[in-house]
């Protein structure tokens, strides 16, 4: 097994050294699917038995995994990292840094990449973290490098305040919130952006609550939902009554924008049990 490690370590490192670097919107394995001024949004699919291209993250991100996964972690200049992850592990992940992945399972490895559009200089992280050791693992598994983005330096402020730390909202920055059929989930604030996974079995409702700031829902599961006792200057009014921004209906790994200054409640209407995560900005 200790011939294998070292075996694997090495062809990494070779590989490593052999490929080019690209940046990660040109990375064929990462797929853009939406961008605006607060966020990039990659869907991510590596076959089993291969790997990405070495690939540059200059903004701190988010992952949303798909199905479980074991895969190894190259990040340039360190040792290789294998991990295993679980359907809907949600990690933040500092930047910036390089890296390959390769998937060792015989599913293909499938996340949801968001990509936070706030320069590193401005970004703050709850978990410490240096520029010479890995990141704390409940937060991220994978290394920061000490290079910086050659744009880095000439990138605008974000468009949120990311010093945030919703203290003044209801469940703050933390905690398990039980709702009716489900539960609400804050995972983690980071560089003051909220994220939260909510489980709602079939019939399971998230009351009535109000968004000040925009948020982005991406779907673990697939997902049947409606949103009713929306108030919203965003609704429009359609035979059945007024309709929210919110599809019914998404595939796991899809994702969707969500305006800011809207209220509604949201129920499974699905006959399975429904997983998602949301990324709220102040």
Not at 36 to 45: A, K, T
Not at 138 to 149: I, L, M
Not at 222 to 239: F, G, K, M, N, T
Request: hydrophobic share 40%; charged share 15%.
């Amino acid at each position: 097994m200790k011939r294998f490690t070292l075996l694997l370590a090495a062809t990494l490192l070779a590989a490593q050294a052999a490929a080019p670097e690209v940046e990660v919107a040109a990375e064929p394995h990462h797929h853009l699917t939406f961008e605006n001024n607060y966020v990039r949004v990659f869907n991510v699919e590596v076959l089993p038995n291969s790997e990405t291209l070495m690939h540059w993250h200059r903004r701190d991100y988010v992952f949303v995994t798909l199905g479980p996964a074991e895969i190894v972690n190259q990040v340039e200049g360190k040792a290789p990292i294998t991990q295993k992850l679980a359907d809907g592990d949600t990690r933040f992940v500092p930047a910036p840094f390089a890296h390959l992945v390769r998937d060792l399972a015989t599913q293909p490895f499938r996340n949801v990449t968001i990509e936070l559009l706030c320069p590193p200089q401005h970004a703050t992280s709850n978990a410490a973290t240096s520029n010479s050791a890995t990141p704390n693992a409940a937060t991220s598994n994978a290394a920061t490098s000490e290079a910086a983005s050659p744009a880095s330096a000439a990138s605008p402020k974000p468009a949120w305040n990311t010093n945030a730390t919703w203290t003044q909202e209801p469940g703050g920055d933390r905690g398990l919130e039980i709702l009716h059929g489900g539960t609400q989930q804050i995972l983690f604030v980071q560089d003051g952006v909220r994220v939260s996974e909510f489980e709602l079995q079939p019939g399971g409702v998230v009351p009535l609550h109000h968004h000040t700031g925009p948020h982005l829902l991406v779907a673990i599961t697939d997902l049947d939902l409606r949103e009713s006792d929306i108030r919203s200057d965003v609704r429009s009014d359609a035979p059945g009554g007024p309709q929210g921004p919110m599809p019914g209906h998404f595939k796991s790994g899809d994702s969707k924008w969500l305006p800011a200054n809207y209220s509604h409640t949201i129920t499974n209407t699905g006959a399975k049990p429904a997983k998602f995560v949301t990324l709220e900005f102040p």
